[in-house]
């Protein structure tokens, strides 16, 4: 049987830095507030012409360069984002950026901050079981855009960014992906959406189909509604049952773990599973304070940020973990 291999990430961050301090400007907050409470400082926000899909291609394209694959060698683009410039999928206009000749099959995976970890895992699923053999896996979010910045609740939180890694196949002893587990919760959504607004729903299912009301109106979606609270205690609880899973599944325990690397949302969310898992802080990784929650882009930002910093060497065991809405949550142990 076949094996994947990590091979080479990278990262793209929009220019405009936003503060604490900037946003103590627009809400009711203050610095030490946020970063108290969160471990959050600064985010970066995409403005002006800022295009997702640019800041995506650009990660993918450092990846591929770290990994010394050629962009007409990729054979699959995965666009792990909730926030895509098309309702139709993101992931052929970075195909078409990074100008893979092969017309590679690119298509979106929409799991809010788990969506990378899924990504990971079906790339893998795509290697071994159907012939592929490099697979470019994004991570790119623009939450700012489905923000409302004049909710303190949510509005602190979140931040713009892509990060990338390409999955290459290789001889089963090399493996890199060890185990894996992953989960939803449907029930959960209430505490954490961007739903199609209700308006339109109400008005679509409250005519029992009247032609009166044809045509529909046009839809959209609403901003993120978060229940922090709830959600904080079910990051708690499920992230490090996820990563005891898959630690079991691989037959390990957390000693042989050098990094941990959770999404990005909290860091008192980071120190509870650090705790939990009983893993030191110095083999924690966390860059939350320059970020935020960049959603489905965190965990290959962290990582990549980790690799190019010499952090994360090769050969190095780390557990990863995403969670967030859907509700959705999963872990990846993985060998860089
Ligand atoms: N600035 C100042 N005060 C604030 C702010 C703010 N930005 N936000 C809330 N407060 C106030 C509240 O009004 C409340 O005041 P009160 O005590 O007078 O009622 C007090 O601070 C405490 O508020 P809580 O909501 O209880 O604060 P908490 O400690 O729970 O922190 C937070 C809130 C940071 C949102 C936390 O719950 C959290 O991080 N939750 C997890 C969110 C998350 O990780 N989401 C990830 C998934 S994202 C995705 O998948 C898209």
């Known amino acids: 049987s076949k094996g994947c291999k990590l091979l080479g990430s990278g990262s793209a961050i929009p220019s405009l830095q936003v503060s ?30 800022d295009s ?43 195909q078409k950026a990074l100008g893979c000749k092969k ?4 298509y979106d995976i929409t799991a809010a901050c788990s969506g990378f970890v899924l990504g990971l895992v079906s790339a893998a699923c795509h290697i071994r079981g159907g012939g592929f053999n490099n697979v470019l896996v994004i991570g790119a979010d623009s939450l700012s855009r489905y923000v409302d910045w004049t909710d303190r609740g949510t509005s602190i939180l979140f931040g713009d960014a892509a990060g990338a890694v390409l999955v290459q196949s290789c001889d089963a002893e090399e493996d890199g992906l060890f ?65 005891e899973s898959a630690l079991q599944k691989a037959g390990l325990d957390g000693s042989n773990i050098d990094w ?9 969310i980071i120190d509870a599973v650090a705790t939990r898992l009983e893993v030191p802080p110095e083999r924690v990784i966390s860059n939350l304070a320059n970020y935020g929650n960049t959603s489905a882009a965190s965990i290959p930002l962290a990582l990549d940020e980790a690799v190019r910093s010499g952090k994360v060497k090769a050969g190095h065991m780390i557990a990863a973990a995403g969670f967030g809405a859907g509700l959705t949550w999963g872990s990846a142990i993985v060998r860089w």
């Open 20 to 49: 604490n301090d900037d946003l103590a400007k627009i809400v009711d907050t203050s610095d030490e507030w946020i970063s108290v409470r969160t471990g959050i400082r600064n985010r970066r926000v995409l403005s002006g012409k």
């Open 179 to 243: 185990a894996f587990d992953l989960h939803s919760d449907g029930d959960g959504q209430r505490h954490l959406k961007a739903s199609f607004t209700e308006n339109d729903i109400d008005h679509a299912v409250g005519t029992n189909g009247a032609i009166s009301d044809f045509p529909p109106r046009r839809s959209s979606y609403s901003c993120i509604q978060m229940n922090g609270k709830e959600v904080f205690r079910f990051a708690c609880r499920s992230v490090p049952q996820s990563i």
């Open 52 to 94: 997702l899909t640019n800041l995506a291609a650009e990660a993918a394209r450092k990846a591929l360069e770290m990994a010394q694959v050629d962009a007409d060698d990729v054979d699959m683009v995965l666009m792990c984002t909730s926030t895509p410039e098309d309702l139709f999928g993101s992931a052929p206009q970075i």
């Open 103 to 106: 017309y590679p099959l690119s």
């Open 260 to 268: 941990l690397l959770l999404h990005q949302a909290n860091q008192r």
